[in-house]
């Protein structure tokens, strides 16, 4: 699996757009990008994930560069509960989904 | 209601003596697999399985093993567990549809 670097850390206020990071530069083809967050020891939660296009939940929208060497999520309009470890994973799809590594991830902080 | 549960949540004991995490999931997902969090290192893979009958290493398998019997159940276990396994467990299951990860409460061991 691609690796990932993502910013230790990064603040928000709340209401406003939280932009998270993640460069993925050795990624393959087959290789699709997984986000997830995790609140305080809380099993790590699944938000969204894409190939090449953009994607968007009622969580969040990824935007995946032309490229597929970087890609952003974008918590539109954050509040105190977002705040958590947020990790970007690459995986391929399909039936080829053996090993999955994990980040260290980036510790959003959403203040008032 | 889909679940990933894990047991023990919380174990204290000492070195050597063997124990078993049992991981069971009713979502009937082929995927299965463990991660150990460690302060500062994020999320490691210790093994994952594929299908019953079925298991691989991740990145971090020294001290464990893994059985996989039932496409259900995927237990962890510690032979003669040494102080530098204390560290936050999480099971995890995955569907094939869409590759999101399922993840547990975790278990919290401890090894003195």
């Known amino acids: 699996d691609a690796k990932t670097t993502q910013p230790p850390s990064m603040d928000c206020a709340e209401g406003r757009a939280a932009n998270l990071p993640c460069n993925h530069s050795t990624i393959s083809g087959n290789e699709y990008v997984y986000w997830y967050r995790q609140i305080h020891s809380q099993g790590p939660q699944y938000i969204i994930h894409g190939l090449k296009n953009n994607e968007t939940n009622e969580m969040a929208s990824l935007i995946i560069t032309e490229d597929r060497k970087s890609s952003t999520l974008i918590l539109p309009h954050a509040t105190l509960r977002d705040t958590a470890v947020y990790y970007c994973?690459?995986?391929?799809?399909?039936?080829?989904?053996?090993?999955?590594?994990f980040g260290q991830g980036t510790i959003l902080t959403v203040h008032p | 209601e889909a679940q990933v549960t894990q047991n023990p949540r919380y174990l204290i004991t000492v070195t050597g003596k063997k124990l078993t995490v049992t991981c069971s999931q009713n979502m009937n997902h082929e995927y299965m697999s463990w991660y150990r969090q460690d302060p500062g290192l994020g999320l490691r893979q210790i093994y994952y399985?594929?299908?019953?009958?079925?298991?691989d290493k991740g990145d971090v398998p020294e001290g464990y093993k893994v059985s996989r019997k039932e496409k259900r159940n995927f237990p962890l276990i510690l032979e003669s567990p040494s102080p530098n396994q204390t560290s936050l467990y999480f099971c995890a299951t995955r569907t094939a549809y869409t590759g999101e990860l399922f993840f547990g409460e975790g278990s919290r061991l401890t090894v003195l």
């Open positions: 994973v690459m995986n391929a799809g399909g039936t080829s989904y053996g090993k999955l590594t």
């Open positions: 399985s594929m299908n019953v009958e079925v298991t």
